[in-house]
Antibody, heavy 118, light 107 residues
């Protein structure tokens, strides 16, 4: 059974940093692109970043470029998202997702809440 | 960036009703479209990819159609677990974007 379990969410002040982790199980991580998708409270879904299987290709939505970094450690079955220079509008539930064959998201974690507030 | 516009943004329906949700892309995306369902308080789940291919395990009451700029998600007979929000997403190019969502409520 595919499982994605996020951790590392919490309350952070504007300008602060946070690192989200996602532990993957039930599939061979190195075979898949992975992604982060976020959802602000009461709002819709927003794709944040993608990373290819060996970590050499990364794509980001414009609003997080230069502030967020996606990475992975296939040996540890883990995906990460480093969030720097956080702003209030980064407040959201961040979902770790597995990317299917067609650049869609076929499995989702339960989400990690990041709240940016003073 | 390619924009996806869903309609309606919300609707009221009864169990057993046939429901249709549309998604319009700001430019042609072939059949590079996906549909998700998000139940209240839960993570989204994949329903349909490549505009019309049902994900394994998804009930047959769900179907998708369309290509180019206009797409449709149809639920043939609404079930209690379908009172949720539905999203479309394209995978034509980066940035990947979602529609604003269509919330299905109980009449």
């Amino acid at each position: 059974e595919v499982q994605l379990v996020e951790s590392g969410g919490g309350l952070v002040q504007p300008g602060g940093s946070l690192r989200l982790s996602c532990e993957a199980s039930g599939f061979t991580l190195i075979k898949y692109w992975m992604s982060w998708v976020r959802q602000a409270p009461g709002e819709g879904l927003e794709w944040v970043a993608n990373i290819n299987p060996d970590g050499s290709e990364k794509f980001y939505v414009d609003s997080v470029k230069g502030r967020f970094t996606i990475s992975r450690d296939n040996a540890k079955n883990s995906l990460y998202l480093q969030l720097n220079s956080l702003r209030a509008d980064d407040t959201a539930v961040y979902y770790c997702t597995r990317v299917g064959r067609w650049l869609h998201f076929d499995y989702w974690g339960q989400g990690a809440l990041v709240t940016v507030s003073s | 960036a390619i924009q996806l516009t869903q309609s309606p943004s919300s609707l009221s329906a009864s169990v057993g009703d046939r429901v249709t949700i549309t998604c319009r892309a700001s430019q042609g995306i072939n059949s590079e479209l996906v549909w998700y369902r998000q139940k209240p308080g839960k993570s989204p789940e994949l329903l349909i990819y490549d505009a019309s291919t049902l994900e394994s395990g998804v009930p047959l009451r769900f179907s998708g159609s369309g290509s180019g700029t206009d797409f449709t998600l149809t639920i043939s007979s609404l079930q209690p677990e379908d009172f949720a929000t539905f999203y479309c997403q394209h995978f034509k190019s980066y940035p990947l974007t979602f529609g604003g969502g269509s919330k299905v409520e109980i009449k």
